[in-house]
């Protein structure tokens, strides 16, 4: 897999992807994880397409949010979401996880 890098020096256009509520959310419906796979490749793919720099896929409707992500499906979900949408387009592919951390290693 060849190294991807921003089409200029710098990113000038980053696009978000919101995605619907994922596996362990508190308003997740049971949507199949497939389909949130192909929202997530369809529309960052639209964003390449269109020129932008780079893409961000973000858990944005899973709020309420926690002080951290406690749920393992929605960690695991997000990893297999953004694998998917890394194979599929030519921009790097960046993640937030709100509430931007999961569960520290147990000592």
């Given at each position: ?27 997740y419906g049971g949507l199949d994880l497939s389909t ?71 000592q």
């Amino acid at each position: 897999m060849p190294t991807l890098r921003f089409r200029d020096d710098r990113p000038m256009l980053v696009g978000v992807v919101h995605l619907p509520p994922l596996p362990g959310s508190i308003r997740y419906g049971g949507l199949d994880l497939s389909t949130i796979i192909d929202f997530a490749v369809r529309n960052s793919r639209t964003l390449d397409e269109v020129g932008f720099d780079a893409v961000i896929l973000e858990n944005y409707n899973d709020y309420p949010f926690r002080a951290r992500v406690r749920e393992a499906e929605t960690i695991a979900s997000m990893a297999i979401i953004a694998r998917e949408v890394i194979r599929s387009v030519n921009i790097p592919v960046g993640i937030n996880l709100l509430r931007n951390s999961g569960p520290e290693p147990r000592q």
